[in-house]
């Protein structure tokens, strides 16, 4: 789809301004505008320097700007693997998880998609260029900017909570920050009594150090800050810290927060630069349709045949058949949209175009082969006299062997995912695709909720996702109360937001199987 020519790259116009909006820190000019994606003068071992003083101390606040050649596959693929990790951790913060809950879910998906505690020079160069990717695609508007800005905020916390505690340090003082200083031991053992008194609720209350002798031992051990009590008055309206001639005491544990501010404000005045910079972009058509498809609601989970829940493309789950997938056991997985379909089969023996797409295709996802599904469209439609055989195979068969790749082109249609299905028309009279979560009326998915044992407090949640237009959203919501899970029972290797359809289905039957090993288990 798009060009990747070397020479065609390395030919086009290059231009002197940087649309990242940051600057080398030592006002290096003549490196050309940051978004010289290809910068000839550049070589290897001048990339390896430059990563390696960035990420000395193993994180960055991404102020110099990225060097060095990519491709345009990388310039895609990078800022996708990013994306994937800043919609989860949007969606956890939408699902009101804690920063403990969403390091625990967003710890696995660094190893796959974005690796950076790490030696390799690659691995730092995606990083870094795939951050100011998507700064381009997220500066455009003050809600882009706005989510942008508190996903990587969050991004950097859970970071900086994986370092040690030397490299913690190491990296406060890599940012030269004049106001912030560490104390010294001196000053630390003159103020001991004050210092300890000050920081003992936070020991108990924050890192559970119920022990008095624990706490002190972490006290002798801890590393203190001091800067103007101004930079942080929300800790000195709490008395969470001690204050002396103007300066303010900070444990290193709670340094997190002053610097996290820093670094989002910093990323704020580095978006609006950036957006000042966008219009010099238009003239450069390889990467305009990149980033408008990054920035126009990418969601994440895209279903390939290469996803763990994919595995069932090809048919050979021998547990998914014409008849099974009727069966309490099997159903009672599916999503509602799903469910929707299914009762709209059953009640008229017969789905209009769209609702048979998106249930022949999530059915052929979950492992129903071809000739399963031809058996099963069959018997749904001829059932009870309500249309013929000859008719069905004239009329139908054809389209659903087209759905598996067996007829016309030979494509192997992919499963639709939330953004498909949420991009087709609505739903008309008689019609039973689409998404229940944006085409249902409130009432009518308050009973529906009801049925599926849900408190008030839970539908109202899931509610206020529909209204704020968060359709997967609600629809992950709706897993973790039904399944009574936060996501941590599973065996999570991509991400727990659900944006797909199969996905539900996948997460659900791995849950329903874990529960039936468990019961089997116990009966021994």
Not at 8 to 14: D, G, K
Not at 163 to 170: A, C, G, N, V
Not at 500 to 522: A, V
Request: charged share 30%; aromatic share 12%; proline share 3%.
């Amino acid at each position: 789809m798009f060009r990747q020519n070397k020479r065609r790259i390395s030919s086009r116009r290059n231009f002197d301004s940087s649309p990242f909006g940051s600057d080398n820190k030592n006002g290096n000019e003549n490196n050309g505008g940051a978004n010289q994606f290809i910068l000839p003068g550049s070589t290897t071992e001048e990339e390896k320097t430059l990563y390696n003083n960035i990420y000395d101390s193993k994180i960055s606040f991404y102020e110099a700007r990225p060097q060095g050649e990519i491709t345009l596959e990388q310039f895609e693929v990078w800022a996708i693997d990013r994306l994937k990790i800043l919609l989860e951790i949007e969606s956890c913060l939408s699902r009101n998880k804690t920063l403990k809950e969403i390091e625990t879910l967003i710890k696995p998906q660094f190893q796959k998609l974005l690796p950076f505690n790490t030696d390799s020079f690659l691995d730092k160069k995606k990083d870094y260029y795939s951050h100011f990717i998507l700064r381009l695609c997220f500066c455009r508007t003050k809600e882009l900017r706005e989510k942008f800005i508190r996903a990587e905020t969050l991004l950097f916390k859970i970071r900086f909570n994986m370092l040690t505690s030397f490299d913690q340090i190491k990296f406060v003082k890599s940012l030269n920050l004049s106001k912030l200083q560490f104390i010294t031991d001196e000053e630390k053992t003159e103020l001991s009594d004050k210092l300890y008194q000050t920081i003992t609720p936070a020991l108990i209350y924050q890192l559970n150090l119920t022990d008095e002798n624990q706490r002190k031992l972490f006290f002798q051990n801890e590393k203190f800050i001091k800067l103007p009590f101004e930079n942080v008055i929300e800790l000195v309206g709490n008395r969470q810290a001690f204050i002396r001639k103007g300066f303010i005491y900070i444990p290193q544990f709670q340094q997190l927060n002053l610097i996290s501010t820093e670094f989002s404000n910093k990323l704020n005045e580095a978006l609006m630069k950036t957006y000042q910079f966008l219009p010099r972009l238009n003239e450069d058509d390889r990467l305009l349709p990149i980033l408008n498809h990054l920035s126009s609601g990418y969601t994440i989970a895209d279903f390939n045949e290469n996803s763990k829940f994919g595995m069932y493309q090809n048919g050979n789950d021998d547990e998914i058949n014409a008849q099974t997938v009727y069966s309490e056991e099997i159903s009672a997985n599916y999503p509602l949209c799903i469910k929707n379909l299914f009762r709209g089969l059953k009640e008229h023996g017969h789905l209009k175009y769209h609702g048979r797409q998106q249930l022949s295709l999530f059915l052929k996802g979950i492992g129903l082969s071809a000739d399963e599904s031809l058996k099963f469209w069959s018997e749904a439609f001829t059932k009870n006299g309500r249309m013929t055989v000859d008719k069905f195979n004239k009329e139908y068969r054809y389209n659903f062997r087209h759905n598996y790749g067996l007829e016309g082109n030979r494509i192997n249609y992919k499963p639709w995912d939330c953004r498909t299905i949420l991009s087709k028309p609505r739903p008309g009279r008689g019609e039973y695709h689409g998404c229940p979560y944006r085409d249902w009326n409130p009432d009518k998915l308050t009973a529906e909720l009801r049925s599926m044992n849900l408190t008030p407090s839970q539908i109202a949640s899931i509610l206020d996702s529909c209204e704020k237009t968060e359709y997967t959203i609600a629809c992950t919501k709706t897993f973790e109360f039904t399944h009574n899970t936060t996501g941590t029972d599973l065996e999570i290797d991509d991400q727990t937001h659900i944006s797909h359809p199969n996905l539900y289905f996948e997460r659900s039957r791995q849950l329903q199987k874990k529960k039936q090993e468990m019961e089997k288990e116990l009966k021994k």
